[in-house]
C-alpha cells in the first residue's frame, strides 16, 4: 500500500472538522511565521535588549599627553597618562537586573504581539469560511434558477407558462447572481488579505467549513489567561525592571572612581605612578530614585487594570458564545447539508408548488441560510477570543 494510498484513506475518514481546524492552524502557523509586522517588531525589540545592554558597559579609557615647551637652553618636558573611570561596584548589578527584567519583558511583548497576529488570522479565516460558504450557496441558487428559466422558456413557447412567470424568473436570478457575485468578490479580497499577512502563499484549499470548537467552562479561560498571557507576564516583568531601577538610582548616587598610570619626564627623568580620582554625587534629592518608585507603582497600577480588561473580555465573550450557543444548537445540524434547494425544484417541477411559491421559498430560504452561517460564524469568532490564551502559536 502506498503512502499516498494511506494518506487518502485517512483523510477520508477524518470529520470535515477535524480537517478543517487541521487547515486552519496550519494557515495561522503559517501567517504567524511569515508575518513581516512580527519580523521587524522583533528586530526592533532586539535592538532594545542591545541598548539595554551597552548602557551597562565600562566607558573607554581616557589617554592624556601633556608636553611643556621650555625656555631657550632648558630642557622640554613631557608627560602622559592612562586612566579607567567606573561606577560604584554595586551599579553595575543593579542595572544588570533591570536589563534581564526589561529583556523578558520585550520577549514577553513579541510573543503577545505573536498572539495578537494569530488572532487576527484565525478571526479572517473566519470571515473567509462565511464568504465562501455563501457565495456556495448562492452558486448553488443560481444554477437552479438558470435550468428554471430555461425550462420557462420552453414552457412559454408552448404557451403553458406566461410572461409574468418569465420575467419574474429573471429578475430572481438577476438578483441571485449579482450576490453570488459579490460574495465571491468577498472570498478573493479576504484571500488576498490573508495572503498578505503571510508571504503570500498560503494554502486555503482546505479551509471551507467552520472549525470545531468546544465551549469550556469561563474558569478555564481564565486560568489560562493567567498562566498563557504574554501581555500579563510582561507586566510583571516590568515591575520587577522598574522596582530594580529603584536600587540602580540609589546606587548611582553613590561616588564613581577612575584609576590611571601616569608617566612623567622631567629633568632628564622618567617618573612612574598612578591616580586615583573620585567623583561625588549632586547634592539635593535623588529625583532619579523618586521616578523609578512612581514608576514601579504605575506599573502595577497598569497590569491590575491590564488584568481587569481582560477578565471583563472573556466573561463577555463567553456570555455571548453561550447565548448563540443556545441560539445555534437547535438547527446546526439540521440544515448544515440539507438539500432544501432541491426539494424546492422537485416540489415546483411535481406540480406541488406554483412559480411564486418557489421563487419566494428560495429567497427566503437563501436569507435563513446566510444568516444561520452568521450566526456560526459569530460563535466561532467569540470561541476565537476566548481561546487567544489556549491556542498559542508556536
Excluded at 503570500?200 to 467552520?210: A, K, T
Excluded at 561616588?255 to 608617566?263: A, E, I, K, M, N
Excluded at 438539500?339 to 419566494?360: A, M, P, V
Aim: proline share 3%.
Amino acid at each position: 500500500m502506498t503512502p499516498k494510498f494511506i494518506i487518502y484513506i485517512l483523510a477520508s475518514i477524518l470529520p470535515a472538522t477535524a480537517l478543517a481546524q487541521s487547515a486552519f492552524d496550519s494557515a495561522v502557523q503559517s501567517i504567524v511565521n511569515n508575518n513581516a509586522e512580527l519580523k521587524a517588531k522583533h528586530q526592533r525589540y532586539v535592538g532594545e535588549i542591545e541598548n539595554e545592554k551597552n548602557e551597562n558597559l565600562l566607558e573607554g579609557p581616557e589617554a592624556e599627553l601633556e608636553y611643556k615647551f621650555a625656555p631657550e637652553g632648558g630642557e622640554n618636558r613631557w608627560g602622559m597618562s592612562v586612566s579607567q573611570s567606573f561606577d560604584w561596584p554595586g551599579l553595575y548589578s543593579a542595572r544588570r537586573k533591570v536589563a534581564a527584567n526589561n529583556e523578558n519583558a520585550f520577549r514577553q511583548l513579541y510573543e503577545a504581539d505573536r498572539n495578537a497576529v494569530a488572532l487576527q488570522a484565525r478571526t479572517l479565516l473566519l470571515d473567509y469560511v462565511q464568504a465562501r460558504l455563501n457565495a456556495s450557496l448562492l452558486a448553488e441558487a443560481e444554477t437552479n434558477l438558470s435550468q428554471l428559466i430555461q425550462y420557462l422558456d420552453k414552457a412559454y413557447e408552448r404557451e403553458s407558462a406566461t410572461i409574468l412567470m418569465v420575467k419574474k424568473a429573471r429578475r430572481e436570478l438577476f438578483d441571485t447572481s449579482a450576490r453570488r457575485a459579490e460574495a465571491e468578490a468577498a472570498v478573493q479580497r479576504i484571500a488576498e488579505s490573508l495572503k498578505a499577512m503571510g508571504d503570500g502563499n498560503i494554502d486555503l484549499s482546505g479551509i471551507n467549513v467552520f472549525p470545531e470548537i468546544p465551549l469550556l467552562p469561563m474558569a478555564e479561560y481564565r486560568q489560562a489567561m493567567l498562566a498563557n498571557d504574554p501581555t500579563l507576564a510582561a507586566h510583571a516583568s516590568l515591575i520587577d525592571a522598574q522596582n530594580a531601577s529603584v536600587t540602580a538610582s540609589k546606587a548611582g548616587r553613590l561616588p564613581s572612581f577612575s584609576l590611571g598610570y601616569v608617566h612623567d619626564f622631567e629633568e632628564g627623568t622618567h617618573f612612574n605612578g598612578f591616580s586615583v580620582g573620585i567623583s561625588l554625587p549632586s547634592w539635593g534629592r535623588n529625583h532619579s530614585a523618586s521616578a523609578a518608585r512612581a514608576n514601579a507603582l504605575a506599573a502595577e497600577f497598569e497590569k491590575e487594570d491590564y488584568a481587569q480588561s481582560v477578565e471583563a473580555s472573556i466573561a463577555s465573550d463567553w456570555n455571548e458564545a453561550a447565548a448563540l450557543a443556545t441560539r445555534l444548537e437547535p438547527v446546526k445540524d439540521e440544515f448544515a447539508d440539507d438539500n432544501y434547494i432541491d426539494l424546492l425544484s422537485k416540489s415546483f417541477y411535481g406540480g406541488q408548488i406554483t412559480i411564486f411559491d418557489y421563487l419566494r421559498e428560495i429567497n427566503e430560504y437563501i436569507d435563513f441560510k446566510i444568516s444561520l452561517t452568521a450566526l456560526e460564524h459569530s460563535y466561532c469568532s467569540a470561541l476565537t477570543r476566548l481561546n487567544r490564551y489556549t491556542t498559542v502559536p508556536q
